[in-house]
């Protein structure tokens, strides 16, 4: 089974700290995707990586960088929280197989609330 | 426009019926995959079921079922029997093109509450 892990599943942070979420998957995935999911707006991606020390911009990267240094982890880094950063993170891995069966695996999610 | 539109804000349904999720689509790729994951209050992502663009037939997974009309552009999720470990969010979502890597595309969502 693909198991992706992130190391918490709520955070409290204060305005202007800055703030790591971890994500860690064990299945030798090329792919890694950070989402956040806030109510009524679904999941919009913030990053992606699809190979390490590889990035992309995905649709709302303002006030997020990332971080792969190693292929099972990928780190999402706000360098200076605000209140509107307040959201559910998702952390997502896959393999291209071939894009018909590059289905992504979502690990549990950190609630992040910023004071 | 939305590329993923999912109309049914939330849905209600008892016990062994079956209930049908809609999610419609808008792409100009020839190739594309549909996906549709389940989100519990627990908040993972679980993945359920995939439908590619080439593929002929619905696909089905245990207790679902994808109803792909094409020319529609629609590909509903249907779940027969459904149970009370069923109530959760599920999201369609999209993946377009054949380069590898790409992202997903996410509906808002459809709440299901089954009850007793």
């Known amino acids: 089974d693909v198991k992706v892990t992130q190391s918490s599943r709520y955070l409290v942070k204060r305005t202007g700290e800055k703030v790591f979420l971890e994500c860690v998957q064990d299945?030798?995935?090329?792919?890694m995707f950070w989402y956040r999911q806030d109510p009524g707006l679904g999941l919009r991606l913030i990053y992606f990586s699809y190979d390490v020390k590889m990035k992309e911009k995905g649709d709302i990267p303002e006030g997020y960088s990332v971080s792969r240094e190693k292929k099972e982890r990928f780190s999402l880094i706000l360098e200076s929280a605000s209140t509107n950063q307040t959201s559910m993170y998702l952390c997502?891995?896959?393999?291209?197989?071939?894009?018909?069966?590059?289905?992504?695996?979502f690990g549990p999610g950190t609630r992040l609330l910023v004071l | 426009a939305q590329k993923i539109t999912q109309t049914q804000p939330g849905m209600f349904v008892q016990e062994k019926e079956a209930v049908t999720l809609d999610c419609t689509y808008d792409t100009s790729d020839p190739s594309y995959g549909l996906f549709w994951y389940k989100q519990p209050s627990s908040g993972e992502m679980i993945f359920l079921i995939y439908q590619g663009s080439y593929d002929q037939q619905n696909a089905t997974e245990g207790r679902y079922s994808l109803n792909f009309q094409k020319a529609r552009k629609s590909a509903n999720l249907v779940i027969s029997a459904s149970q009370l470990g069923d109530s959760a969010m599920y999201f369609c979502?999209?993946?377009?093109?054949?380069?590898?890597?790409?992202?997903?595309?996410f509906g808002k969502g459809t709440t299901l509450s089954v009850s007793s």
């Open positions: 997502a891995s896959s393999t291209p197989r071939g894009w018909y069966q590059e289905t992504q695996y």
């Open positions: 979502a999209m993946r377009e093109g054949e380069e590898a890597g790409t992202a997903l595309i």
């Open positions: 299945m030798d995935h090329e792919n």
